[in-house]
């Protein structure tokens, strides 16, 4: 415990405040400028959403403008260190918000973001080098305890092992998949483009990001190698951005690692001036055990959540079951087509639904291969036709689904009314076992 709450440098902290301040600034702006607000949040007739998160719903248009723009103020509040704990809470909690509002546009990096909002919430950031020092003096501090900079290593070390370990699998390391479907079609780049027509580069890639993304956080804990590593962070999250459509993740976790630099080099990043010559840290005993108990469940909870899939009979990559929140990134080619049908269980009339009177393009794609997306599509299919004078409407869907180039096959039981299973954590048994390649 005494290794947790000995005095360090704030200096690494105070860099890590501005950067992820800033580089949350850049995201909302970016997420607003592109119209994304309207698109993904106001526009859709319906909204897919997390178990026991139904009751999160978006506001009208203006009000959600309102939320981004709140999410602006605490970005600001954030880098400035004004108000910083007001700031982080509120960062945490619109941002938060948004991403729950629809299940659609999960990416991990959402989860990042919201997980390291969260924790900056209970570091003193603003002690230092900020508009919180310049108001009250007495803020003013030169070391903090060394948990408050540790628990953003083990959050990026999470990410990274879980990544390189979920890599560890045969599709990606035996049969280069799916970078042997998606390399090809990069051959069109500039200077490297050529190296993508070859087979051996898929295979390469793949062996490469597992070996990057389980060893990296070694590599940058250990001084000797942290330059070479940090340069390997750029290349690699540059090769990503380039050839992966993955939003500002790559450009996230380039400045998040910065974190691990020693002391002396975020000194050196940062003018703090008089900050280095403010008070030490003087610890509350009291508080000793009851920052441990938090720590101890928070890391405890990021560790055990992810393997919640060996809980599950199947191919993860075909069931999804216990997919997501585990770090899993760019590992598989999943595309799939459903079609709906509603019956009349009185007249026994049954008619295809037009997927595309209820869901944007990007909603009917990720719909169309998740299986909780779809038991979801189908309970609001059946609330709808109940209310345009369906009796008793039964849903079933055909939907055939594709995997990493395989052939095409059925998902789900094709006989099974929808509309009558309730969605929970229990294994999904109306989808049905992927058939193995012939």
Same mark, same amino acid.
């Given at each position: 415990?005494?290794?947790?709450?000995?005095?360090?440098?704030?200096?690494?902290?105070? #860099?890590?405040?501005?950067?992820?301040?800033?580089?949350?600034?850049? #995201?909302?702006?970016?997420?607003?400028?592109?119209?994304?607000?309207?698109?993904?949040?106001?526009?859709?007739?319906?909204?897919?959403?997390?178990?026991?998160?139904?009751?999160?719903?978006?506001?009208?248009?203006?009000?959600?403008?309102?939320?981004?723009?709140?999410?602006?103020?605490?970005?600001?509040?954030?880098?400035?260190?004004?108000?910083?704990? !007001?700031?982080?809470?509120?960062?945490?909690?619109?941002?938060?918000?948004?991403?729950?509002?629809?299940?659609?546009?999960?990416?991990?990096?959402?989860?990042?973001?919201?997980?390291?909002?969260?924790?900056?919430?209970?570091?003193?950031?603003?002690?230092?080098?900020?508009?919180?020092?310049?108001?009250?003096?007495?803020?003013?501090?030169?070391?903090?305890?060394?948990?408050?900079?540790?628990?953003?290593?083990?959050?990026?070390?999470?990410?990274? %092992?879980?990544?390189?370990?979920?890599?560890?699998?045969?599709?990606?390391?035996?049969?280069?998949?799916?970078?042997?479907?998606?390399?090809?079609?990069?051959? #069109?780049?500039?200077?490297?483009?050529?190296?993508?027509?070859?087979?051996?580069?898929?295979?390469?890639?793949?062996?490469?990001?597992?070996?990057?993304?389980? /060893?990296?956080?070694?590599?940058?804990?250990?001084?000797?190698?942290?330059?070479?590593?940090? !340069?390997?962070?750029?290349?690699?999250?540059?090769?990503?951005?380039?050839? %992966?459509?993955?939003?500002?993740?790559?450009?996230?976790?380039?400045?998040?690692?910065?974190?691990?630099?020693?002391?002396? /080099?975020?000194?050196?990043?940062?003018?703090?001036?008089?900050?280095?010559?403010?008070?030490?840290?003087?610890?509350?005993? #009291?508080?000793? +055990?009851?920052?441990?108990?938090?720590?101890?469940?928070?890391?405890?909870?990021?560790?055990?959540?992810?393997?919640?899939?060996?809980?599950?009979?199947?191919?993860?990559?075909?069931?999804?079951?216990?997919?997501?929140?585990?770090?899993?990134?760019?590992?598989?080619?999943?595309?799939?087509?459903?079609?709906?049908?509603?019956?009349?269980?009185?007249?026994?009339?049954?008619?295809?639904?037009?997927?595309?009177?209820?869901?944007?393009?990007?909603?009917?794609?990720?719909?169309?291969?998740?299986?909780?997306?779809?038991?979801?599509?189908?309970?609001?299919?059946?609330?709808?036709?109940? +209310?345009?004078?369906?009796?008793?409407?039964?849903?079933?869907?055909?939907?055939?689904?594709?995997?990493?180039?395989?052939?095409?096959?059925?998902?789900?039981?094709?006989?099974?009314?929808?509309?009558?299973?309730?969605?929970?954590?229990?294994?999904?048994?109306?989808?049905? +076992?992927? +058939?193995?390649?012939?």
């Amino acid at each position: 415990m005494a290794y947790l709450f000995r005095p360090v440098s704030i200096a690494p902290l105070i #860099s890590f405040r501005i950067i992820f301040g800033a580089l949350m600034l850049y #995201s909302t702006i970016r997420f607003i400028a592109k119209g994304w607000v309207y698109t993904h949040l106001v526009a859709p007739k319906l909204h897919f959403t997390y178990f026991g998160f139904a009751w999160i719903k978006p506001l009208p248009e203006v009000w959600m403008y309102g939320v981004f723009g709140l999410m602006v103020l605490a970005c600001v509040g954030i880098i400035l260190g004004c108000f910083y704990r !007001v700031a982080t809470i509120t960062f945490f909690l619109t941002f938060t918000y948004t991403e729950l509002i629809d299940i659609t546009y999960y990416l991990n990096h959402y989860y990042f973001v919201s997980l390291v909002a969260f924790l900056l919430i209970f570091v003193p950031a603003n002690r230092a080098f900020s508009v919180d020092v310049r108001r009250k003096p007495h803020l003013q501090q030169n070391e903090v305890p060394a948990w408050t900079i540790g628990i953003f290593k083990l959050q990026i070390a999470i990410v990274y %092992f879980y990544a390189g370990l979920a890599k560890m699998n045969s599709e990606w390391l035996l049969d280069a998949m799916p970078l042997t479907i998606w390399l090809p079609a990069k051959t #069109s780049l500039p200077v490297i483009g050529f190296i993508f027509k070859y087979k051996i580069t898929a295979y390469l890639f793949s062996w490469a990001g597992m070996l990057f993304d389980t /060893f990296i956080v070694g590599f940058l804990l250990w001084r000797k190698t942290r330059i070479l590593a940090y !340069v390997a962070v750029v290349v690699f999250h540059t090769l990503t951005a380039l050839l %992966f459509q993955i939003g500002v993740f790559p450009l996230v976790m380039s400045c998040c690692v910065l974190i691990f630099f020693s002391a002396e /080099f975020h000194e050196r990043l940062i003018p703090l001036g008089n900050a280095c010559l403010g008070g030490h840290y003087a610890p509350l005993k #009291s508080w000793r +055990k009851v920052t441990t108990a938090f720590l101890v469940v928070f890391f405890a909870f990021q560790v055990l959540f992810p393997w919640r899939y060996l809980l599950y009979k199947g191919n993860l990559f075909w069931t999804e079951e216990g997919y997501r929140f585990s770090w899993r990134v760019m590992l598989m080619e999943k595309a799939g087509t459903a079609t709906f049908f509603i019956k009349d269980t009185k007249t026994g009339r049954e008619g295809a639904v037009p997927n595309r009177q209820f869901l944007n393009d990007v909603q009917e794609k990720q719909m169309a291969m998740q299986p909780d997306l779809i038991l979801q599509y189908a309970h609001f299919l059946k609330k709808h036709y109940a +209310k345009k004078g369906v009796t008793n409407p039964e849903v079933r869907a055909k939907v055939q689904v594709t995997l990493n180039a395989r052939p095409s096959q059925l998902l789900i039981d094709p006989q099974v009314d929808l509309g009558k299973i309730q969605d929970g954590w229990k294994q999904k048994y109306w989808i049905l +076992k992927m +058939k193995k390649a012939q």
